[in-house]
């Protein structure tokens, strides 16, 4: 088992360009998140998505989207990208909302310049 | 004042000593408490969750105060390998829709076992 993958690991954009990050899970979990990290915040939760076919916000969604493509997959996009979205984007899954165990992907490491 | 307060280090310990960190958190109402382990650049791993009672694995023990809303880690015979961020994370809250609790995070606090 994977366990949960992301794609990129690292990507650079300029000011005003667009990206989807990608998450897939293969645990069968119901519930997967979309956080970012940065130095001095700690992860904050951006979108999250509590079974196939549901979406919901989090503490931080201005400037982006989800889709739950479908039980594994989870993908963030960032539609015009703002150097304040520089940042180490998390996915996670669990196997319900509120679980406490999360598990996460490796992470991508978003430059905006 | 925030809801989960960690000291951030860093905490420079030598091999085989003891180390504890201590986290606070702000909501009485808060259910459950776990220790989150995170290695540099890496993602963050579930470490052990934290009982009424107390608990150990291992090296390490973890004890809840709810009187005085901390939790805190032990960590006995530090390994050179112990050395990352340990998160503190915290069950409060809500999810915007239903009753599932959400989980917060502390900064972390870092600690680097020295040979």
């Known amino acids: 088992n994977a366990g949960v993958t992301q794609t990129p690991k690292f990507q650079v954009l300029k000011t005003g360009q667009s990206m989807t990050l990608q998450c897939a899970q293969d645990?069968?979990?119901?519930?997967m998140y979309w956080y970012r990290q940065d130095p001095g915040m700690g992860l904050r939760l951006i979108y999250y998505?509590?079974?196939?076919?549901?979406?919901d916000k989090g503490e931080v969604p201005n400037g982006y989207n989800v889709s739950r493509l479908n039980k594994r997959e989870f993908s963030l996009r960032l539609e015009s990208a703002a150097p304040s979205q520089t940042s180490v984007y998390f996915c996670?899954?669990?196997?319900?909302?509120?679980?406490?165990?999360?598990?996460f992907g490796p992470g991508t490491r978003l430059t905006v310049l | 004042r925030k809801e989960v307060e960690q000291d951030p280090g860093p905490f420079n310990v030598p091999e085989g000593a003891t180390v504890a960190f201590n986290c606070t958190y702000s909501?009485?109402?808060?259910?459950?408490f776990f220790w989150y382990r995170q290695d540099c650049r890496k993602e963050p791993k579930l470490l052990m969750s934290v009982y009424s009672s107390g608990n150990e694995d291992g090296r390490f023990t973890a004890q809840l105060n709810r009187a005085s809303q901390y939790i805190s880690l032990l960590i006995r015979d530090s390994k050179l390998s112990d050395s990352a961020t340990y998160l503190c994370?915290?069950?409060?809250?809500?999810?915007?829709?239903?009753?599932?609790?959400?989980?917060?995070w502390g900064l972390g606090t870092s600690l680097a076992v020295n040979p």
């Open positions: 994370v915290v069950n409060v809250g809500f999810y915007n829709a239903g009753n599932n609790r959400k989980l917060i």
């Open positions: 996670a899954s669990s196997r319900g909302l509120g679980d406490n165990e999360q598990f």
């Open positions: 998505s509590a079974s196939e076919g549901t979406t």
């Open positions: 909501n009485s109402a808060s259910q459950s």
């Open positions: 645990m069968n979990h119901n519930s």
